[in-house]
């Protein structure tokens, strides 16, 4: 009791502890005031914890809303990092079901979660083995054609959800062919298709690409084309040329592509016009274009000649 009286009688002493429950007080007044509790949204990264290693989620999304509550210096851009939302896996199974999420806040109070709750997938993952087939891509150059392709390896491992590897039906190795005008080999990733050749998502391949030898052969056609005689000079005078055939009429030509489609007919070599005194036959040489390849290189050139009297 003595202390108490003694206590009280320091007026000093009471003093500083009035000046400090009203600075306290002030301190909690302008807190209030000027950091005052608020509530706000975040979209965060949705994790998935304790997932078997043996299996795959579907349908579950990137993100979900997470508000919160807490004070407004606290809840500034940099608060979503300090949010997780995520999903518990442990003991899920294969197949449809919908899994609570979960959310936590370091400085402050969850609030909310939205969607509350995912209706997710399940699924098993496998593997199987498939065959490797090149995919031709881009143009070729002029008058070439791929003969071949050899694949190494031949055959991957691709895995994936149980589900949806059953429609995998092989891996192709995409083989750029533009700008290639002889054999070469190339690095391409693997993608695995279904028989119908569309990409199946969310597969390994293993490896992840192939080594393609690409073999490039020169393209040729064929095709008849009509002989046309060309003569040279002037006819005798008083000579007429009243009929021309040529046999054979047409010539089986070989050649590029590109070469073929520019040509209507094949020519002879020039015949001098001089030599026609009267009806004749010349054997005569193809004027052959180069890289063509014809059938005969000699044709026979029947001139029927009729001479006009001078008057």
Known sequence: MNFLKKLLENENLI??????????????????DQNPIVERS?????????????????????????????????????AAYMINAS????????????????ATFAMGDVV??????????????SEKGVPVEARLAGT?????????????????TVKGPSQELDRVAKAVAQLDVTGHNENFTTESTLMPVT?????VQNMAVIPKTAMVDATLVAQTLSTDLPVESVLSGNLPQGVHVSRVE???????L????????????????????????????????????DKVIPELKNVEVRFSVERQEAH
Request: with cysteine; charged share 15%; hydrophobic share 45%.
């Open 254 to 289: 070989t050649a590029p592509p590109s070469i073929l489609k520019g040509m209507t007919s094949i020519k002879t070599k020039p015949i001098a016009a001089a030599v026609l005194t009267g009806s004749t036959s010349v054997n005569v040489e193809l004027d052959v274009p």
């Open 15 to 32: 003093a500083k502890i009035v000046s400090a429950l009203v600075a306290c007080t002030l301190w909690l007044y302008v807190m209030a």
């Open 87 to 102: 999903l518990n896996l442990e003991n899920v199974s294969q197949g449809q079901q919908t899994i609570p999420v979960a």
């Open 140 to 156: 070729l150059a002029d008058d070439m054609t791929l003969g071949g392709s050899t694949i190494v390896p031949s055959e991957v």
């Open 112 to 125: 909310s979660v939205s969607p509350d709750q995912i209706f997710v997938y399940i699924d098993t993952i």
């Open 195 to 199: 028989a119908d050749g569309y990409e």
């Open 246 to 252: 040529v046999l054979p009429e047409k010539i089986r």
């Open 42 to 78: 975040y979209d965060v990264r949705l994790r998935h914890n304790n997932l078997p290693a043996s299996m795959v989620v579907f349908n579950a999304p990137d993100k979900v809303s997470v508000r919160v509550c807490g004070s407004r210096v606290v809840l500034n851009d940099d």
